[in-house]
């Protein structure tokens, strides 16, 4: 899923689902009004596409504003491997983030770099997060104090109820299935939306209305896909000396006309 360019005062967001495979087929596209996020119709647009064309995905690939913990347990729910950078908010230059932390599933937990504990402390259900925290007494004293925490109570970190799924995509970021997936976004499904903008007028839309923006965005997609199919077809390739193959007889050299 690509989120698509600014492309006009109400409506400048646009979305594909694109096959991941080297045909890059536009399986189904989305205009949204500019308040909706990204990650908002994602999952939509995919069980749609999963709907209609009859599709089990392996994998799915994404930028990090699609990374969203509820995007993230449900495609894991499914069981489709996610492939989708983390948000990097909330680390800070210099200091320990979360990720040095060593959680111990057995006793409910943490273990800091300086092999202090942190105890569970409260749980939070409007973000579905729960709170530990080292003692006051064992950071105060800690001689890594300076890199992880100026409270004077302690540090804290929190951990998502649904962290089992987000440390299960943050496992395959060290595979080569998710280099591989990473380099297939960035030269098969990216430029898509280049040539949209550059060829095929969605840089601007030409009308006005929800409805009517997400016509000619299914028609600009519609008619990507038809030249890839041409394209598989042999349609505009260059001719062979000879003749192009299936074609009976040779193709004139410009400029010349061949004689009646």
């Given amino acids: 899923m690509i989120p698509g360019p600014c ?8 979305l594909y689902v694109v096959d991941g495979g080297k045909a890059r087929i536009i399986l189904t596209t989305l205009v949204t009004p500019a308040e909706v996020q990204d990650n908002q119709p994602a999952l939509d647009l995919l069980w749609r596409a999963r709907f209609r064309w009859q599709l089990r995905p392996r994998q799915v690939s994404a930028d990090t504003k699609y990374g969203t913990v509820a995007n993230i347990v449900a495609i894991d729910a499914e069981r489709i491997q996610f492939a989708v950078p983390l948000s990097a908010v909330g680390k ?25 504990v942190l105890r569970f402390l409260s749980q939070s259900a409007t973000t579905n997060r729960r709170v530990y925290q080292a003692s006051a007494t064992d950071c105060m004293g800690c001689s890594l ?56 007028g969605l840089r601007r839309f030409r009308l006005r209305g929800a409805e009517k923006v997400n016509i000619q965005a299914q028609l600009i997609a519609a008619g990507q896909n038809l030249k890839r199919l041409l394209s598989w077809q042999g349609w505009g390739q260059r001719p062979w000396p000879g003749g192009a193959p299936g074609v009976g007889g040779a193709i004139p050299p410009p400029g010349r006309v061949p004689a009646e």
């Fill in 92 to 116: 800070r230059t210099g200091t320990f983030d979360e990720g040095v932390f060593r959680y111990d599933l057995d006793a409910d937990v943490y273990h800091c770099p300086g092999d202090k």
């Fill in 7 to 14: 492309l006009s005062v109400t409506y400048c967001r646009s």
């Fill in 145 to 200: 104090r300076a890199r992880c925490t100026t409270s004077p109570r302690g540090r804290r970190i929190s951990r998502s109820l649904d962290q089992a799924a987000i440390d299960r995509v943050r496992g395959n970021h060290a595979t080569e299935d998710y280099a591989t997936a990473m380099r297939k976004r960035k030269v098969w499904i990216e430029p898509l939306f280049a040539e949209a903008k550059d060829w095929h």
